[in-house]
């Protein structure tokens, strides 16, 4: 079963001279993060020694929500460690901090070096299950009134309520029982403008202004058109490993931009920094969404997320060639199948295909391999099967990973989701430099812990592994619902000693869920993560589709 590795993201490295100690025992994973490299001065006067991007990795693991505090808090020590020959003023603080925002592409570059270290050492264990979640991010901005006399606007408007984060994330899990729109702005404003002044938002039919103008906004409203409250920041996408628990990735953007429109650039993040493309993405609803599952089935990623009402797929129907958990029937006597095999091409234009037995051959025929383009129903006909243990146990396991979130507000400040922890300073620049800082950190300290940087293992804890009873035992209460409905006949303990009997053809470590990988089931390569892949079953082996089928044999 998908493992997890207890203890690895302890917070062994809070200390700024231990963290420090880390980073200086190992200076080649860091080419490229020196001021040297990302702070060039053209022109003035020559700018102060000293490693500002260092500089910066501390203030994150300090957890201050306030640069000008933290700056009082530090003494010399901490200033000479990394270069400098004093301790800096404030404003020259704040500005080196602030140029490096655009530089935070650099950050994320180191810590893909240490995720991709990490997944070397522990045999392709992390990196190959993750779990995607989104949090609210406050900015330390307001809404105010801006009609002018050329607006339509009797009297001063009172600004809407502000809604707390909480309280938003309340409103947006609602909103994720309902259809989803592809519109950026979906219930987030009248209208939006760009002005001199910053982004005016027309809500509840007045003009607003919002001070920050890189963050977006949410407002909800009554059913007579008024607004009711409103909620103004970000959205903090995070990937974080099944394995280990760290986070493996983070993206924001505003909180005008729906969670599965930003999905894309988080999900190319977690590939940059494990180098390959996860065996499984694990979400909640709120990506949902066809193109989610497209993205995934055509890169070989099996997608783990529950069922979302859609506006052309009203209500979870069974269809002809299968099921409404994503099944295909026998073409033959229309029984229950099991899982043989998922084939796919890497890259956008690949054409997943599905291959599978019938369950109980009934039929001349039925013994035969059968297909189905997985393009045929992206969001039901999956990689690897709803009916198998390894996705019920990811699904069953995702909410547990949600305390990221908590974790990296208290240890890094990041995404803040109140007054007090929200980061003071503006801007979307500042919320991404201070997450790619804590992937850093964060990644330094897992391999550190396990010993993955050359030294002792210093986490006591071992790996443990969701019993295969426990596994089943989530399996069952999908089986029984599919009972219930008339979809099986076939009770968990046969239809998993069949489904045994066909993945044993291919061998017990075979891995068909990764790129460049067109073989082989991929319920096996969960539950076994990191097990070598064997060669490909040759032509002659390779089962042909059933006589008078539409579908093409096999590569």
């Known amino acids: 079963m998908p493992a997890r590795l207890t203890g690895a993201i302890d917070n062994s490295l809070s200390r700024w001279q231990d963290l420090l100690d880390v980073i200086e025992a190992h200076p080649l994973l860091w080419d490229g993060l020196s001021s040297a490299d990302l702070l060039v001065k053209k022109e003035g006067r020559p700018r102060m020694g000293g490693e500002w991007p260092l500089a910066f990795l501390l203030y994150a693991n300090s957890g201050e929500r306030e640069l000008r505090r933290w700056h009082r808090s530090t003494a010399d020590e901490l200033w000479q460690r990394i270069g400098f020959a004093a301790m800096p003023g404030y404003d020259a603080t704040y500005k080196n901090f602030r140029e490096l925002e655009a530089h935070e592409a650099a950050f994320r570059l180191v810590a893909s070096r240490l995720i991709q270290l990490a997944v070397e050492k522990s045999g392709g264990k992390v990196g190959h299950a993750v779990h995607v979640d989104g949090t609210e991010a406050e900015t330390n901005s307001r809404l105010i009134h801006d009609c002018t006399d050329g607006d339509a606007c009797s009297k001063q408007a009172k600004v809407p309520r502000r809604l707390g984060s909480a309280d938003a994330r309340d409103e947006r899990h609602r909103l994720a029982e309902q259809l989803p729109t592809d519109d950026v702005l979906m219930g987030a404003a009248d209208g939006v403008e760009e002005g001199d002044r910053g982004l005016r938002v027309k809500v509840g039919g007045c003009w607003y202004l919002l001070s920050d103008d890189e963050a977006g906004i949410r407002a909800y409203v009554r059913a007579d058109g008024k607004v009711r409250k409103f909620w103004a920041g970000y959205y903090c996408l995070k990937a974080t490993d099944h394995y280990t628990g760290g986070v493996i990735g983070a993206h924001f953007t505003d909180a005008s931009t729906q969670e599965h429109l930003g999905y894309p650039a988080l999900y190319e993040q977690v590939k940059e920094n494990i180098g390959q493309a996860p065996k499984a993405v694990v979400a909640d609803r709120g990506f949902s969404i066809s193109?989610?599952?497209?993205?995934?089935?055509?890169?070989?990623?099996?997608?783990?997320?529950?069922?979302?009402?859609?506006?052309?797929?009203?209500?979870?129907?069974?269809?002809?060639?299968?099921?409404?958990?994503?099944?295909?029937?026998?073409?033959?006597?229309?029984?229950?199948?099991?899982?043989?095999?998922?084939?796919?091409?890497?890259?956008?234009?690949?054409?997943?295909?599905?291959?599978?037995?019938?369950?109980?051959?009934?039929?001349?025929?039925?013994?035969?391999?059968?297909?189905?383009?997985?393009?045929?129903?992206?969001?039901?006909?999956?990689?690897?099967?709803?009916?198998?243990?390894?996705?019920?146990?990811?699904?069953?396991?995702?909410?547990?990973?949600?305390?990221?979130?908590?974790?990296?507000?208290?240890?890094?400040?990041?995404?803040?989701?109140?007054?007090?922890?929200?980061?003071?300073?503006?801007?979307?620049?500042?919320?991404?430099?201070?997450?790619?800082?804590?992937?850093?950190?964060?990644?330094?300290?897992?391999?550190?812990?396990?010993?993955?940087?050359?030294?002792?293992?210093?986490?006591?804890?071992?790996?443990?592994?969701?019993?295969?009873?426990?596994?089943?035992?989530?399996?069952?209460?999908?089986?029984?619902?599919?009972?219930?409905?008339?979809?099986?006949?076939?009770?968990?303990?046969?239809?998993?000693?069949?489904?045994?009997?066909?993945?044993?053809?291919?061998?017990?470590?075979?891995?068909?869920?990764?790129?460049?990988?067109?073989?082989?089931?991929?319920?096996?390569?969960?539950?076994?993560?990191?097990?070598?892949?064997?060669?490909?079953?040759?032509?002659?082996?390779?089962?042909?589709?059933?006589?008078?089928?539409?579908?093409?044999?096999?590569?």
Request: hydrophobic letters at 30%; one cysteine or more; proline letters at 7%.
């Open 291 to 555: 193109s989610v599952f497209e993205l995934h089935t055509r890169d070989g990623v099996a997608s783990v997320m529950p069922w979302r009402k859609h506006h052309y797929e009203l209500n979870r129907d069974d269809h002809e060639r299968f099921d409404r958990h994503g099944i295909p029937r026998c073409k033959h006597c229309n029984g229950e199948t099991v899982y043989q095999r998922f084939q796919h091409d890497a890259g956008p234009s690949s054409r997943p295909r599905l291959w599978f037995l019938c369950a109980r051959p009934v039929e001349e025929g039925c013994e035969r391999s059968q297909s189905i383009m997985c393009s045929e129903n992206w969001r039901l006909l999956l990689p690897l099967w709803r009916t198998s243990p390894a996705y019920q146990v990811l699904r069953e396991k995702h909410q547990s990973y949600e305390a990221s979130h908590h974790r990296w507000r208290e240890r890094y400040a990041v995404a803040g989701d109140c007054k007090a922890d929200r980061i003071k300073r503006r801007g979307l620049g500042v919320q991404q430099l201070r997450a790619s800082a804590a992937l850093v950190i964060e990644w330094l300290t897992i391999c550190h812990r396990e010993g993955w940087l050359g030294g002792p293992r210093i986490n006591t804890r071992s790996e443990t592994v969701v019993r295969r009873g426990e596994a089943r035992a989530y399996c069952d209460r999908l089986v029984a619902v599919r009972q219930a409905l008339g979809l099986s006949s076939v009770d968990s303990a046969d239809l998993a000693e069949h489904q045994a009997e066909v993945l044993g053809a291919y061998g017990s470590s075979a891995s068909g869920l990764g790129p460049g990988s067109a073989h082989g089931p991929g319920i096996s390569a969960l539950l076994e993560p990191g097990a070598a892949v064997p060669d490909a079953p040759t032509a002659a082996a390779d089962p042909s589709p059933t006589e008078g089928s539409d579908d093409p044999p096999g590569p």
